[in-house]
């Protein structure tokens, strides 16, 4: 039997919804050390990759490793039940493989939810090596997202060693975004070495707004021409993190 209290309905719904921007159904890899979720998307542009740890929850119980696999939009709609701040137990019976999902509050509610055949291959995590990375706010890169979506659907991002760079161009206008490496939206700037690469902004865009939900705080980091990964701390040391793959430009 697993068990976990979620002491955030809201902040965990956020979370899980940030995993559904990528993917419908997701395995849920459950040990005793914790929760994790790796997916890529179903073009293989991008992957998502959640750890919460067993501290990120206010009540962890699980005897033996186990996946589960769930369609993300059901668990989403029913988390949506509970309000902000309301406790929310999640338990799984390994026997019936149907897990059942409790709020309390004036009234308590029970949910049953059917998981699904879990697949058994495994994302592995990419190894990169990243020369550019920038911690900053949340706020500030959607608020530059929010502003390149209205000139075009591709955006670069570069760094000199004192500075961000983002460049976004359609097929009349273009903007120039930069964040200098001692900009109040700036926490932590390392650039090991001129970076520059080009993504695709809808898939970003999402990525930010999702992950923007659930931290304040994001860490951006990328080589020239190689992906880019978009991580998002979470309390406990938890973490969301996206993988998003360049676009190459033919020549």
Known sequence: MFKAVISDAKLFRNIISAVSTLVEEANLDLDPEGLEVRAM???????????????A??????PQS?????????????????KANEKVMIT????????????????????????LEAVEEKT??????FKSRVKMTSASLREIIDDAQ?????IIFETTPE?????????LN?????????????????????????????????????GASSSEILNLEFSTNMPLKLEFPLPQSGSLSYYLAPRIEAE
């Open 41 to 55: 998307d179903p073009s293989h542009v991008a992957m998502v990759d959640l750890d919460l740890p067993r501290d």
């Open 57 to 62: 929850f206010q009540e962890y119980e699980c």
């Open 66 to 82: 186990v996946t589960i696999r769930l369609g993300l939009d059901g668990l989403i709609k029913l988390l949506k039940r509970a």
């Open 92 to 115: 799984y019976n390994m026997e019936t493989k149907k897990i059942e999902l409790t709020v309390r509050n004036e009234v308590k509610k029970e949910f049953i939810i059917s998981t």
């Open 124 to 129: 592995p995590t990419p190894k990169i090596t």
């Open 150 to 154: 209205a000139i075009g659907d591709s």
């Open 163 to 171: 500075k961000l760079i983002v460049l976004v161009e359609g097929e």
């Open 174 to 210: 273009s903007a120039k975004f930069e964040l200098d490496k001692n900009s109040p939206a700036v926490v932590e700037f390392t650039a090991e070495e001129p970076s520059k690469a080009s993504f695709n902004l809808t898939y970003l865009a999402d990525m930010v707004r999702a």
